[in-house]
C-alpha cells in the first residue's frame, strides 16, 4: 500500500513512530514526543493545489502575514481554466466580486484576461445582476501565475503530497485505544495539523494545510467506455491523499462533471449562427479597475449562439450504452448538465442552446458551451455535424467526464477548518463545489483563516447577511451536498444587501481589519463608499414642498399636495436623476462622483423601502445568529427526537440560527435548543463549565 512505501522512506525522519503506529488506525497520527525533522522547510501555511482555490488561498495566506507554501505538480499549471474560459455569471459574478473586495486575484485577472463582457440579467432588478467575461486562457493563466509570483511570504514548491503529519490531540494519547478515528459523528478533534509529506519522501512542517485538489483527488477520467486516472487531461490524479482522509475518518463520496470537445474555430460556418457582442462599454469586475484589459487595445471578441437539433437528440439516445460516464450512481451537476443528462431529462424539448466561445486572442479554438459530452470519439465528431453551424467543424480534442472524490463538507466548521483535524482547511471542489468562482470564494477565506490560525489571531467568518460566500459556506457546513453545488442569487434570503455593485461596502473593511486588504485598497473603498453616504445624506436632508421641487427643470413634475419630502424621495420615484439633482442643489462633491458611483446612490434611493425591510429581517436573523450553541454530545439529551440528536451531531452547530436551517429540524427542536442556549448563557455567567449539562434542561 503506498502509505506503508511513503512512511518506510521517512523512516529515518521520524524517532520512534512506528512503534506507536498500532495505537491509531491511520499511520498519519503522531503524538508530541516523536521528533520531526524537518530541515528548512517550515512553513506557517502550506496550501496544496493551484488552481482557482490554491491560488486564491495561498495569496489571501501570505497577504495575511503568513510564511506560505503553495505545492503543486507543476508550477506551470498554476492558474489554468480547465474548463469554460470565462468567469462569472448570475451568482458567480457576486463571488468574483466579494473575492475582490478582499483582495483577491481572481476579478483584476479576469478585467487583463477579458475577451467578452456582458452584464447578465440587466433587464431585471440588481439584486440578480451578473457580471460575466469569457477569457483568453493563455492570458489568463499568465496574469495570474504574475500575481502568485509576485505575492510577498509565498514560495512555489513543485511536487506531489502523498500524506498528512497530525499530531495526536493529547487526551486521546493515553486512551487512543477506545477512539475510532472514523466515527465522524464524535465532536472529539482527533488532532492538529504538523505537516505534509511529498512523494519525494521531504517532510514540510508547517501550522496549517489548505488542501484545494479540484478534481485530482482520485480524479478518474471518462470518454466513452473508456476510463482512466487522472485528475485533468493529461495530469495525474492524488491518489495517496484521498487514502489518508478516508482512513483518518473523513466521510468521502464521489462527484462528477464534464467539458466539452473543443473545435477549430476555422471550420465554423459563422453564416448559420447568431452573432452576440460584448457590452459596449464593458464593466470590470474589480473595483481597483476602472476599465477592462492589459492595455495592449487589443478588440473585444463576440460569441455565436446556436442549437442542437432533433437529430442531435436521437443520436445521443441511441448511443447511451456507450458512455460510462452518464450512470446516475455518480451525481453530476444539476444546474451545467452534459448534453446526455439534457436530453434524459428534457425528453420534450427539441433543442438546447449551445454558445460558441472563443478560447483566446492567439488561438483558433472555440468552445462549444452546453454541450459537455463523454460519448465516444467518433460520436462526438458525428454529434457536432448535426448542429446549424457546426456541418464541417473539426474537434481538436474530444470532451470528457470527470469523477472525483469529495469531503462531506458537513464536516467542516465556518472558517472552513475540519472539524477532525485541527489546522486542516478544505477549499473548492473537494468540499462538493463546482465552478471557478465557488472554488475561489472558497480559497480566499480557507487561505485567510489557516494563516489566522497559524498566526493565533482571530478567524474571519462571513454570514449568510453579510456575503454570497457565507451564503455558500452556510449551505455546505449546514446541508452538506448530494450533487455539485452552484451559486444563485436565489439561495440568498437578502439579494438586494448582497448586490454585486456593493461587495467592496460590506467587506473590504472586514477584510482589512484581518490583514488581507491593501492599504490602497481599503483607502479607495473608504473614499468611494464615503461619497456617496455623504450624497445621500443630503439628498435626504434637502426638504422641501412640491411647489418648490417643481421649479427644478431636473426632476418630473410632483403632485401639489403640501406634503413636504427630501430630494431623496425624488431619488426613490425615479423622478431625477442623482448628479443632476445634486448639481443643482449646490452639493460640492458633485464633480467626484463618475458613472459606477451615481448609479450605486440611484440603486440605494430606487429600492430604499426593500431595502430597509431587508435590513430589519437582517437583524431578525443576526440575533439568531448572536445565540451560540455549545459543542456537546446532543445524543445525551432525551428531549429531543432521536432524528434531531442525529442531525445536530452530524452538523454540530455553532449558532441556533444553523440548527434552524438544518433540514429535518423542526420548530419544536429549536425551541429545545433555545432552552439549552440559555442554561448555557446562565452556567456561563455563574463561572460554571459547560461540560456538565445535564440531560433535562
Same mark, same amino acid.
Given at each position: 500500500?503506498?502509505?506503508?512505501?511513503?512512511?518506510?522512506?521517512?523512516?529515518?525522519?521520524?524517532?520512534?513512530?512506528?512503534?506507536?503506529?498500532?495505537?491509531?488506525?491511520?499511520?498519519?497520527?503522531?503524538?508530541?514526543?516523536?521528533?520531526?525533522?524537518?530541515?528548512?522547510?517550515?512553513?506557517?501555511?502550506?496550501?496544496?493545489?493551484?488552481?482557482?482555490?490554491?491560488?486564491?488561498?495561498?495569496?489571501?495566506?501570505?497577504?495575511?502575514?503568513?510564511?506560505?507554501?503553495?505545492?503543486?505538480?507543476?508550477?506551470?499549471?498554476?492558474?489554468?481554466?480547465?474548463?469554460?474560459?470565462?468567469?462569472?455569471?448570475?451568482?458567480?459574478?457576486?463571488?468574483?466580486?466579494?473575492?475582490?473586495?478582499?483582495?483577491?486575484?481572481?476579478?483584476?485577472?479576469?478585467?487583463?484576461?477579458?475577451?467578452?463582457?456582458?452584464?447578465?440579467?440587466?433587464?431585471?432588478?440588481?439584486?440578480?445582476?451578473?457580471?460575466?467575461?469569457?477569457?483568453?486562457?493563455?492570458?489568463?493563466?499568465?496574469?495570474?501565475?504574475?500575481?502568485?509570483?509576485?505575492?510577498?511570504?509565498?514560495?512555489?514548491?513543485?511536487?506531489?503530497?502523498?500524506?498528512?503529519?497530525?499530531?495526536?490531540?493529547?487526551?486521546?494519547?493515553?486512551?487512543?485505544?477506545?477512539?475510532?478515528?472514523?466515527?465522524?459523528?464524535?465532536?472529539?478533534?482527533?488532532?492538529?495539523?504538523?505537516?505534509?509529506?511529498?512523494?519525494?519522501?521531504?517532510?514540510?512542517?508547517?501550522?496549517?494545510?489548505?488542501?484545494?485538489?479540484?478534481?485530482?483527488?482520485?480524479?478518474?477520467?471518462?470518454?466513452?467506455?473508456?476510463?482512466?486516472?487522472?485528475?485533468?487531461?493529461?495530469?495525474?490524479?492524488?491518489?495517496?491523499?484521498?487514502?489518508?482522509?478516508?482512513?483518518?475518518?473523513?466521510?468521502?463520496?464521489?462527484?462528477?462533471?464534464?467539458?466539452?470537445?473543443?473545435?477549430?474555430?476555422?471550420?465554423?460556418?459563422?453564416?448559420?449562427?447568431?452573432?452576440?457582442?460584448?457590452?459596449?462599454?464593458?464593466?470590470?469586475?474589480?473595483?481597483?479597475?476602472?476599465?477592462?484589459?492589459?492595455?495592449?487595445?487589443?478588440?473585444?471578441?463576440?460569441?455565436?449562439?446556436?442549437?442542437?437539433?432533433?437529430?442531435?437528440?436521437?443520436?445521443?439516445?441511441?448511443?447511451?450504452?456507450?458512455?460510462?460516464?452518464?450512470?446516475?450512481?455518480?451525481?453530476?451537476?444539476?444546474?451545467?448538465?452534459?448534453?446526455?443528462?439534457?436530453?434524459?431529462?428534457?425528453?420534450?424539448?427539441?433543442?438546447?442552446?449551445?454558445?460558441?466561445?472563443?478560447?483566446?486572442?492567439?488561438?483558433?479554438?472555440?468552445?462549444?458551451?452546453?454541450?459537455?459530452?463523454?460519448?465516444?470519439?467518433?460520436?462526438?465528431?458525428?454529434?457536432?455535424?448535426?448542429?446549424?453551424?457546426?456541418?464541417?467543424?473539426?474537434?481538436?480534442?474530444?470532451?470528457?467526464?470527470?469523477?472525483?472524490?469529495?469531503?462531506?463538507?458537513?464536516?467542516?466548521?465556518?472558517?472552513?477548518?475540519?472539524?477532525?483535524?485541527?489546522?486542516?482547511?478544505?477549499?473548492?471542489?473537494?468540499?462538493?463545489?463546482?465552478?471557478? $468562482?465557488? /472554488?475561489? +470564494?472558497?480559497?480566499? #477565506? @480557507?487561505?485567510?483563516?489557516?494563516?489566522?490560525?497559524?498566526?493565533?489571531? %482571530?478567524? !474571519?467568518?462571513?454570514?449568510?447577511?453579510?456575503?454570497?460566500?457565507?451564503?455558500?459556506?452556510?449551505?455546505?457546513?449546514?446541508?452538506?451536498?448530494?450533487?455539485?453545488?452552484?451559486?444563485?442569487?436565489?439561495?440568498?434570503?437578502?439579494?438586494?444587501?448582497?448586490?454585486?455593485?456593493?461587495?467592496?461596502?460590506?467587506?473590504?473593511?472586514?477584510?482589512?481589519?484581518?490583514?488581507?486588504?491593501?492599504?490602497?485598497?481599503?483607502?479607495?473603498?473608504?473614499?468611494?463608499?464615503?461619497?456617496?453616504?455623504?450624497?445621500?445624506?443630503?439628498?435626504?436632508?434637502?426638504?422641501?414642498?412640491?411647489?418648490?421641487?417643481?421649479?427644478?427643470?431636473?426632476?418630473?413634475?410632483?403632485?401639489?399636495?403640501?406634503?413636504?419630502?427630501?430630494?431623496?424621495?425624488?431619488?426613490?420615484? $425615479?423622478? /431625477?436623476? +442623482?448628479?443632476?439633482? #445634486? @448639481?443643482?442643489?449646490?452639493?460640492?462633491?458633485?464633480?467626484?462622483?463618475? %458613472?459606477? !458611483?451615481?448609479?450605486?446612490?440611484?440603486?440605494?434611493?430606487?429600492?430604499?423601502?426593500?431595502?430597509?425591510?431587508?435590513?430589519?429581517?437582517?437583524?431578525?436573523?443576526?440575533?439568531?445568529?448572536?445565540?451560540?450553541?455549545?459543542?456537546?454530545?446532543?445524543?445525551?439529551?432525551?428531549?429531543?427526537?432521536?432524528?434531531?440528536?442525529?442531525?445536530?451531531?452530524?452538523?454540530?452547530?455553532?449558532?441556533?440560527?444553523?440548527?434552524?436551517?438544518?433540514?429535518?429540524?423542526?420548530?419544536?427542536?429549536?425551541?429545545?435548543?433555545?432552552?439549552?442556549?440559555?442554561?448555557?448563557?446562565?452556567?456561563?455567567?455563574?463561572?460554571?463549565?459547560?461540560?456538565?449539562?445535564?440531560?433535562?434542561?
Amino acid at each position: 500500500m503506498a502509505i506503508k512505501m511513503q512512511w518506510h522512506r521517512c523512516s529515518s525522519i521520524f524517532n520512534g513512530v512506528h512503534r506507536r503506529l498500532g495505537i491509531y488506525k491511520r499511520s498519519i497520527y503522531v503524538d508530541a514526543r516523536s521528533n520531526i525533522d524537518c530541515g528548512n522547510g517550515a512553513a506557517d501555511v502550506v496550501v496544496i493545489g493551484g488552481g482557482h482555490a490554491g491560488c486564491e488561498a495561498a495569496a489571501a495566506a501570505a497577504r495575511a502575514g503568513a510564511r506560505t507554501i503553495l505545492v503543486t505538480q507543476s508550477s506551470d499549471a498554476i492558474g489554468t481554466c480547465s474548463c469554460n474560459p470565462s468567469i462569472g455569471g448570475v451568482g458567480k459574478g457576486n463571488l468574483v466580486r466579494e473575492i475582490d473586495a478582499l483582495d483577491g486575484l481572481m476579478g483584476r485577472v479576469a478585467d487583463k484576461a477579458g475577451s467578452f463582457f456582458r452584464m447578465l440579467n440587466r433587464s431585471k432588478g440588481p439584486a440578480v445582476w451578473g457580471p460575466r467575461a469569457q477569457i483568453d486562457r493563455k492570458l489568463y493563466k499568465k496574469y495570474m501565475q504574475e500575481e502568485i509570483r509576485a505575492c510577498k511570504n509565498l514560495e512555489i514548491k513543485e511536487g506531489s503530497v502523498h500524506d498528512l503529519i497530525v499530531e495526536k490531540t493529547p487526551s486521546l494519547v493515553s486512551n487512543a485505544s477506545t477512539v475510532d478515528a472514523n466515527d465522524s459523528s464524535s465532536s472529539t478533534t482527533l488532532g492538529k495539523v504538523l505537516g505534509i509529506i511529498l512523494a519525494s519522501g521531504q517532510v514540510i512542517a508547517t501550522n496549517s494545510v489548505v488542501i484545494t485538489t479540484g478534481t485530482f483527488l482520485r480524479g478518474e477520467i471518462h470518454i466513452g467506455l473508456h476510463a482512466y486516472s487522472a485528475g485533468r487531461i493529461n495530469e495525474p490524479a492524488s491518489i495517496g491523499l484521498s487514502e489518508t482522509l478516508a482512513e483518518a475518518g473523513f466521510k468521502l463520496g464521489r462527484l462528477k462533471t464534464g467539458t466539452p470537445a473543443r473545435i477549430d474555430g476555422r471550420t465554423i460556418n459563422y453564416k448559420r449562427v447568431q452573432e452576440e457582442k460584448s457590452d459596449e462599454v464593458p464593466e470590470p469586475f474589480s473595483f481597483m479597475h476602472d476599465y477592462v484589459g492589459d492595455g495592449s487595445g487589443r478588440p473585444l471578441l463576440s460569441s455565436y449562439l446556436t442549437r442542437t437539433t432533433q437529430e442531435s437528440h436521437d443520436l445521443i439516445r441511441s448511443n447511451l450504452h456507450t458512455s460510462l460516464h452518464i450512470r446516475e450512481s455518480v451525481k453530476g451537476p444539476r444546474y451545467c448538465p452534459s448534453i446526455e443528462a439534457k436530453v434524459l431529462r428534457f425528453a420534450e424539448k427539441e433543442s438546447h442552446m449551445l454558445w460558441l466561445e472563443p478560447e483566446g486572442y492567439d488561438t483558433d479554438l472555440v468552445y462549444p458551451n452546453g454541450i459537455s459530452c463523454t460519448l465516444p470519439a467518433d460520436l462526438q465528431r458525428q454529434l457536432l455535424r448535426t448542429i446549424p453551424g457546426l456541418e464541417d467543424a473539426e474537434m481538436v480534442q474530444p470532451g470528457y467526464g470527470v469523477e472525483y472524490d469529495f469531503i462531506d463538507p458537513r464536516q467542516l466548521r465556518p472558517t472552513l477548518e475540519t472539524k477532525l483535524v485541527s489546522g486542516l482547511y478544505l477549499a473548492g471542489q473537494i468540499n462538493g463545489t463546482t465552478g471557478y $468562482e465557488e /472554488a475561489g +470564494a472558497q480559497g480566499i #477565506l @480557507a487561505g485567510a483563516n489557516a494563516a489566522l490560525f497559524a498566526l493565533n489571531k %482571530s478567524p !474571519l467568518e462571513l454570514s449568510r447577511s453579510q456575503a454570497y460566500i457565507g451564503v455558500m459556506v452556510d449551505d455546505l457546513v449546514t446541508k452538506g451536498v448530494e450533487e455539485p453545488y452552484r451559486m444563485f442569487t436565489s439561495r440568498s434570503e437578502f439579494r438586494l444587501s448582497l448586490r454585486a455593485d456593493n461587495a467592496d461596502s460590506r467587506l473590504t473593511a472586514l477584510g482589512y481589519a484581518h490583514g488581507l486588504v491593501s492599504d490602497q485598497r481599503y483607502k479607495r473603498a473608504i473614499y468611494e463608499n464615503g461619497i456617496v453616504t455623504q450624497a445621500v445624506e443630503f439628498l435626504q436632508n434637502e426638504r422641501r414642498s412640491p411647489d418648490s421641487w417643481n421649479r427644478f427643470a431636473v426632476s418630473e413634475r410632483m403632485n401639489q399636495d403640501g406634503i413636504i419630502r427630501d430630494a431623496f424621495f425624488l431619488i426613490t420615484t $425615479e423622478k /431625477a436623476k +442623482a448628479k443632476e439633482l #445634486l @448639481a443643482a442643489l449646490g452639493w460640492s462633491r458633485t464633480t467626484e462622483l463618475d %458613472s459606477k !458611483l451615481v448609479r450605486k446612490i440611484e440603486l440605494e434611493g430606487k429600492y430604499s423601502r426593500l431595502i430597509e425591510r431587508e435590513r430589519r429581517f437582517i437583524e431578525a436573523f443576526n440575533r439568531d445568529e448572536s445565540i451560540s450553541l455549545p459543542d456537546i454530545d446532543y445524543m445525551v439529551l432525551p428531549q429531543l427526537r432521536t432524528e434531531a440528536r442525529f442531525l445536530l451531531n452530524q452538523v454540530r452547530p455553532t449558532t441556533l440560527g444553523q440548527a434552524r436551517r438544518i433540514q429535518g429540524i423542526t420548530p419544536a427542536d429549536v425551541g429545545e435548543l433555545f432552552r439549552l442556549a440559555i442554561r448555557q448563557r446562565s452556567r456561563i455567567a455563574s463561572g460554571r463549565t459547560t461540560a456538565s449539562i445535564p440531560s433535562s434542561v
